[in-house]
Structure formats: structure tokens, C-alpha cells
């Protein structure tokens, strides 16, 4: 076996540990994306029937002190689960965009 | 009693339970957001980690074919749970720029 075999070898088996090591990452990101798409179907459920009560009830659609109090709250807990709280803040008004969307979508119907 | 007092206070029973019910989906809303933000949290432990030895094998940053097979997945998981697929995938094209955004930040430590 010359040198430089074995130089190859040991390159494909670290490359082959790196690899497994992805896979591994990649199913629990997999894993960890199925439960979010399902937490947030869920959430649309909720966020769409509050959506009917405040058409029933002529409620404005936004609520800026709600908004306020969501946003005080998911940066915290963000916080604590070490995750940029100002990511946390991008992703809930992403998700707020969304929820308007719909809102108006069911005032509109 | 007169009429009018009978209807305001049919009125202010009614205002009642809508807020009520409010307050009970505003709670689902919070539990369900507190539970998304872990799984975000836990889902950069992973990326993070994959970014590590991404830049350790000198592996590019973005990955196109792994990123339209998670998109395709995400949006067949969507449809099953009654979500947009649309959103799901925006909502995943939201998570991976963040994520790159991380990888770029690694690679330049």
C-alpha cells in the first residue's frame, strides 16, 4: 500500500463519518420541520376562527397591544432557549403578516 | 326592566363570551407559539452543527437539491395538515436564509 492510498483512505472515511453526520443532522432537522408545519396548521386554526369571532363581532383585525405582548413574551422565551430573540421578533411578525392576510381574506368574504 | 336595558345587556352578554372565547384561542396561540419557538431553537443547534462541518470538509453552504427536496416534503406535510403549501414553503425559504445567514457567519470566523 503506498502513501498516498492510505492518504486517500483516511479522506474518504473521515468524508464517510462526515456524511453520516449530515444524514444524521439533516433527520432530525426533517423531524423537527414536521412538527412545526404541524404546530403552525394549528395555530391557523385558532388564528382563523378568532379571525370569524372578530368579523362577528366588528373587532378591528389588529391588535397593537396583543402584537406587543406576543412579541415581550416569544423574545424571552427565546431568550431562554437561546435563539436570537430578534429572530424570534422577525419570525412572529412574518407569521402576524400571514394571519392578517387571512383575517382580511375572511372580513372580505 | 325596559327594552333597551334587556338589549344592552343581551349585548354585553354576548361581548362576554366573545372575549372569552378570544382569551381561550389568544392562550392555544401561546402555548402553540412557545412550543414552535423551541423547535426553532433546537432546529439552529442542528444547523449550527451541520454549519460546523459544512465549513470543516469545505462543503458549499447551500445545498439546491436537498433544498427542493425539503420544500417538496414540507408542502406535501402542509397540504395533509390543511395548511397553505404556499405558506410552508415560503415559511421554509424564511428559516434557510436565516440559516444561511448563520452558515456565512461561521465560515467567516
Given at each position: 500500500?503506498?502513501?498516498?492510498?492510505?492518504?486517500?483512505?483516511?479522506?474518504?472515511?473521515?468524508?464517510?463519518?462526515?456524511?453520516?453526520?449530515?444524514?444524521?443532522?439533516?433527520?432530525?432537522?426533517?423531524?423537527?420541520?414536521?412538527?412545526?408545519?404541524?404546530?403552525?396548521?394549528?395555530?391557523?386554526?385558532?388564528?382563523?376562527?378568532?379571525g370569524?369571532?372578530?368579523?362577528?363581532?366588528?373587532?378591528?383585525?389588529?391588535?397593537?397591544?396583543?402584537?406587543?405582548?406576543?412579541?415581550?413574551?416569544?423574545?424571552?422565551?427565546?431568550?431562554?432557549?437561546?435563539?436570537?430573540?430578534?429572530?424570534?421578533?422577525?419570525?412572529?411578525?412574518?407569521?402576524?403578516?400571514?394571519?392578517i392576510?387571512?383575517?382580511?381574506?375572511?372580513?372580505?368574504?
Amino acid at each position: 500500500m503506498t502513501e498516498s492510498t492510505a492518504a486517500a483512505r483516511t479522506d474518504q472515511d473521515v468524508d464517510a463519518h462526515a456524511q453520516e453526520e449530515l444524514a444524521r443532522l439533516r433527520g432530525s432537522i426533517d423531524n423537527i420541520d414536521a412538527a412545526i408545519v404541524h404546530m403552525l396548521a394549528e395555530r391557523f386554526k385558532c388564528t382563523q376562527e378568532v379571525g370569524r369571532l372578530k368579523a362577528e363581532f366588528k373587532l378591528p383585525p389588529a391588535d397593537p397591544a396583543r402584537e406587543k405582548e406576543q412579541i415581550e413574551r416569544l423574545r424571552l422565551l427565546a431568550e431562554n432557549a437561546r435563539l436570537d430573540p430578534a429572530f424570534a421578533e422577525k419570525f412572529l411578525n412574518f407569521i402576524i403578516a400571514e394571519v392578517i392576510r387571512h383575517h382580511e381574506r375572511i372580513a372580505g368574504e
